[in-house]
């Protein structure tokens, strides 16, 4: 039979011991162990019998992909053949030369820049929505609903939206402003339309963060600079700004890396056509398309390399974030 | 007016237009569901209203034609087994980490949390050959399998929970003699209960709504769920506005009543969900 570790008594009654991290946790938890009662076999088996899905799960759907992949990068395996030769770091020069398949990159740039608008929009829509505002749940939903829309339905949406005629077009003509703009019809404008459809379906959830987090500053704060005199603007920079550092760390790492890896819109709405194929997009095509797993798994790996590397360095300039808000 | 009032009105003007933005392309595909093939063609715009306003012919040609039938019961298969594994599996792995010491626990650990940090998108090339090599291709265990095996949020979330179950209980319970499976089933499991409603509203939205893992792994017509089978409309249907835009409302209703039936949970769902 297994024996719980028993918890120092600080642990025990402390909020902070709850939201410890797991490693934290674990190493706080390395203590000796109480006597064994029954057969010690039992006693080391135990927490492994809970582990064994988990862990077999965990190891066949990320950690082998993750080895595999890394290995197909340096071949010209095309997904199927027994045969594949080892071609060193050719993809990987494929990748960064090939000005068609680094193209990508600057697709990005477009999710990229409508990540930072969806950020400010979202911060101030959270701030004056946690202050009293009429109908403000209704706002709330109304905001956050999009994100919980399935994706293709959200494409079809803004295809219609942006079709030749439909509801841009319209809404425009209402203004007195009869365009007929193939929104989707050149690559600068698809890939802002495109963008702005992302802003429209994930603001909602950066929004419902930060509302959590204001919310979770300490609400004599507010009253205390209330009494202060100090304006909603001075709120804004002194208290709930640095109250939600954390999260807006969070997001700005999420976005980066959601940006790179833009996928479900761009690829319901045009399906790469018109310059606006994603990093995404494009290693789905080579290796389901063409067959080109090796020079995928370059691919995949390269863009694997750069999210890690955006959250390493975002771990080093704000070290200790601590972002659970439960 | 004072500057405070300015203010205000700045700030409402401000919510109106999110909404009209928000409402707008949503609302103008809910009308042109209820048009006929004639009224979406005829030039008269998007935004004018149908003529039949009861007019639910688009909606019957798309649940028959489009296969919704099939699609929604893939999805609801798919949706309870998966999430169902979730549960178990998450807080199975938060029971064995917060409550044992054994040999590699910090290795185990570190495994979870690095496997954090590693987006789904991007192994998906090498994830294919392995579900491929299993046998899983083209059947529902597929996504499944990818569903239940990769959530690490949810395992962070139970931990969470599991950690603030006082320890005493287990300790009572072993006293009367229960083992540690009993412990689990009859003292933690539920206890867990606000965590498992947090993963199950989480976790069931995003499977729900997910297209990349059953479009790659479950091209079969039959097998399409609801992503799929309504990306499928895109070609049979490319001209038929109507059509289409009643199979994305058939999509987006059920998610409507959910929200608004649940919205307190989802939103405490989704705040915890995506910060850890």
Do not use: C
């Not at chain 2, 690490?152 to 229960?178: H, K, M, N, T, W």
């Amino acid at each position: 039979m297994a024996h719980a570790h028993p918890r120092t008594p600080g642990q025990e009654a402390g909020n902070a011991a709850v939201r410890e991290r797991a490693v934290q946790h674990a190493s706080r938890r390395a203590g000796p162990e109480p006597a064994p009662r029954r057969t010690r076999a039992w006693r080391l088996l135990t927490p492994w019998l809970f582990l064994l899905a988990p862990l077999a799960l965990l190891i066949t759907f990320t950690y082998a992909p993750i080895a595999n992949m890394v290995a197909y990068s340096f071949t010209d395996w095309d997904g199927v053949s027994p045969e594949l030769h080892y071609t060193g770091a050719e993809n990987y020069a494929e990748i960064f030369t090939r000005e068609d398949l680094f193209q990508v990159f600057w697709v990005s740039g477009y999710y990229l820049a409508a990540s930072v608008i969806q950020i400010v929009a979202a911060l101030y829509f959270a701030t004056i929505l946690s202050f009293s505002v009429r109908f403000r749940n209704f706002f709330k939903g109304v905001l956050f609903f999009p994100s919980l829309v399935n994706g293709v339905a959200i494409g079809f949406v803004f295809l219609y939206f942006f079709q030749d005629g439909g509801t841009l077009d319209t809404v425009l003509g209402l203004f007195g402003h009869h365009t007929d703009h193939a929104w989707l019809g050149t690559p600068v404008s698809a890939n802002v339309s495109l963008a702005g459809v992302s802003v429209w379906r994930y603001l909602g959830m950066n929004f419902v963060l930060f509302l959590g987090a204001i919310q979770s500053v300490p609400a004599e704060l507010y009253e205390a600079a209330e009494l202060d005199g100090a304006a909603r603007w001075h709120q804004f920079r002194h208290i709930i700004l640095p109250g939600i550092r954390p999260v807006l760390t969070l997001t700005v790492i999420l976005s980066v890396s959601g940006s790179l890896s833009a996928f479900e819109i761009p690829y319901i709405m045009t399906g790469g056509a018109t310059g606006t194929e994603t990093f995404v997009i494009q290693t789905v095509k080579l290796a389901f398309q063409f067959n080109k797993t090796g020079l995928a798994s370059a691919a995949a790996v390269v863009l694997l390399l750069i999210i890690l590397l955006v959250t390493w360095v975002q771990r080093r300039l704000v070290p200790d974030d601590r972002v659970d808000l439960v | 007016m004072t500057r405070r009032a300015v203010a205000r009105a700045l700030v409402y003007l401000s919510l109106i237009g999110a909404t009209l933005v928000v409402l707008l392309p949503l609302g103008v595909v809910l009308l042109t569901s209820l048009k006929t093939e004639r009224e979406t063609a005829d030039g008269s715009g998007a935004l004018t209203l149908p003529r039949h306003p009861f007019n639910f012919h688009n909606y019957v040609t798309a649940f028959r034609d489009g296969g919704m039938l099939t699609a929604f019961g893939n999805t609801a298969v798919i949706l309870v087994v998966s999430v169902g594994g979730t549960v178990l599996i998450g807080s199975m792995t938060a029971y064995a980490i917060d409550r044992f010491t054994f040999r590699f626990r910090r290795l185990v650990v570190a495994l979870f949390l690095v496997a954090a940090l590693v987006p789904g998108v991007t192994t998906q090339v090498a994830t294919f050959q392995i579900v491929h090599s299993l046998g899983m291709f083209d059947t529902r265990w597929a996504p499944i399998a990818l569903y239940t095996g990769t959530d690490i949020v949810s395992i962070y979330i139970f931990l969470q929970f599991v950690r603030s179950i006082p320890l005493s209980l287990d300790e009572a319970a072993r006293l009367d003699g229960a083992n540690a499976f009993t412990i689990y089933r009859k003292i933690i499991f539920p206890l867990l209960k606000p965590a498992i409603a947090t993963v199950v509203i989480v976790k069931g939205i995003a499977v729900y709504n997910d297209f990349y893992i059953p479009f790659l792994y479950m091209p079969s017509q039959d097998l399409g769920v609801i992503s799929t089978s309504l990306f499928r409309f895109k070609g049979p249907y490319s001209a038929h506005w109507e059509t289409i835009s009643a199979g994305a409302v058939l999509v987006i209703l059920p998610t409507l009543i959910v929200f608004l039936a649940l919205q307190k949970y989802i939103y405490n769902g989704f705040m915890r969900g995506a910060t850890r």
